[in-house]
């Protein structure tokens, strides 16, 4: 298993912002991804975080909007940029530790924009 | 392209069975996943199938036929706590990451 943070848990933005959710994880992990959950709804995967690499979008999304950093094996970041009230959503992060897909995921950053 | 179904809402009473079905169409298959999600709060990790067959884990149990692309997650001596999402989901094209379903709301009542 693994331990997963994110900062913040919530924050209230204004429209053509910018806010950066950091994801942090208790030990080495190979695979982390971002997902995104709008009111009422299911997931969707954003992206993957590649360490050492470029970040893999899902179709929809693109690194413009929703650019990603993964600099080591226990941290990443995923940036929500010139927000509008459409990305009001409660943001994601999770891991695999096994290699055998079973993900564990963070408490989440809601983002509510105004 | 990966597509999964699932009821939106179930309704069960306290101490019965209930089972939430998923019927799945993805090319290439490397696992099912059930996770449950209660309001506000992150998915947790319910059940892995891989091969067909029933798992039992406790009250939970989850059963998989890859041939009829269907699994079910079936949930015994129902409690109030057991009031939440339950998430169906795949591995995606690349074996990279997880495809969720839409997700089945159980609520369950004295």
């Known amino acids: 298993s693994a331990v997963i943070s994110q900062k913040p848990s919530r924050d209230i933005c204004q429209r053509g912002t910018s806010l950066t959710i950091q994801c942090q994880v208790d030990?080495?992990?190979?695979?982390m991804f971002w997902y995104r959950q709008q009111p009422g709804q299911s997931l969707t995967l954003i992206a993957t975080?590649?360490?050492?690499?470029?970040?893999?979008?899902e179709s929809g999304f693109v690194i413009d909007k929703f650019p990603i950093s993964r600099p080591n094996l226990t941290f990443s970041t995923l940036t929500v940029s010139n927000m509008s009230p459409e990305d009001s959503s409660i943001y994601l992060c999770?891991?695999?530790?096994?290699?055998?897909?079973?993900?564990?995921f963070g408490p989440g950053t809601r983002l509510t924009v105004t | 392209g990966q597509n999964i179904d699932q009821p939106t809402e179930m309704t069960a009473t306290e101490g019965a069975i209930v089972q939430i079905n998923c019927t799945y169409q993805?090319?290439?298959?490397?696992?099912l996943f059930w996770y449950q999600q209660h309001a506000g709060e992150a998915p947790t990790f319910l059940s892995y199938?891989?091969?067909?067959g029933l798992e039992e884990k406790g009250r939970f149990s989850s059963f998989l036929s890859r041939s009829k692309g269907y699994s079910y997650l079936l949930l015994k001596e129902l409690q109030m706590k057991d009031s939440a999402s339950y998430l169906c989901?795949?591995?995606?094209?690349?074996?990279?990451?997880?495809?969720f379903g839409k997700g089945t709301t159980l609520s369950v009542s004295s």
């Open positions: 999770s891991v695999e530790t096994s290699g055998s897909y079973e993900q564990y």
């Open positions: 030990s080495q992990v190979t695979m």
């Open positions: 975080a590649n360490q050492g690499s470029e970040a893999t979008y």
């Open positions: 993805t090319s290439g298959f490397n696992g």
């Open positions: 199938n891989v091969l067909d």
């Open positions: 989901a795949v591995v995606n094209q690349a074996g990279t990451a997880l495809i």
